[in-house]
Nanobody, 124 residues
Framework: QVQLVESGGGLVQAGGSLRLSCAAS????????MGWFRQAPGKEREFVAT????????YYGNSVKGRFTISRDNAKQTVYLQMSSLKPEDTAVYYC?????????????????WGQGTQVTVSS
């Protein structure tokens, strides 16, 4: 049974930082591309960042480029999202997802597995 478990969310002031983690189990993690998406109330799910199986290729959404960094540790079967210079508009539920094709891809429909999400709230 595949499980993706996010952690690290919380309440932070604008300008602050958070690091999200997503621990994977039940899959061959080192072969999966991983992505982070977010969804704010009343809005569509938005692409945040993605990383390929090796960690050698990453892509970011325009709204987070230069502020967020995605990384992975295949030995720990975990993907991370380091978030800096947070803004109130970053407030959302953040989801990690796993893509069996192994690539770094921006489109949510290609992802095979999803976590339950972790809430990030940025106060002004």
């Amino acid at each position: 049974q595949v499980q993706l478990v996010e952690s690290g969310g919380g309440l932070v002031q604008a300008g602050g930082s958070l690091r999200l983690s997503c621990a994977a189990s039940g899959l061959t993690f080192r072969t999966y591309g991983m992505g982070w998406f977010r969804q704010a109330p009343g809005k569509e799910r938005e692409f945040v960042a993605t990383i390929d199986w090796s960690g050698g290729t990453t892509y970011y959404g325009n709204s987070v480029k230069g502020r967020f960094t995605i990384s992975r540790d295949n030995a720990k079967q975990t993907v991370y999202l380091q978030m800096s210079s947070l803004k109130p508009e970053d407030t959302a539920v953040y989801y990690c997802a796993a893509d069996g094709a192994g690539w770094a891809r921006r489109t949510s429909v290609v992802y095979d597995y999803w976590g339950q999400g972790t809430q990030v709230t940025v106060s002004s």
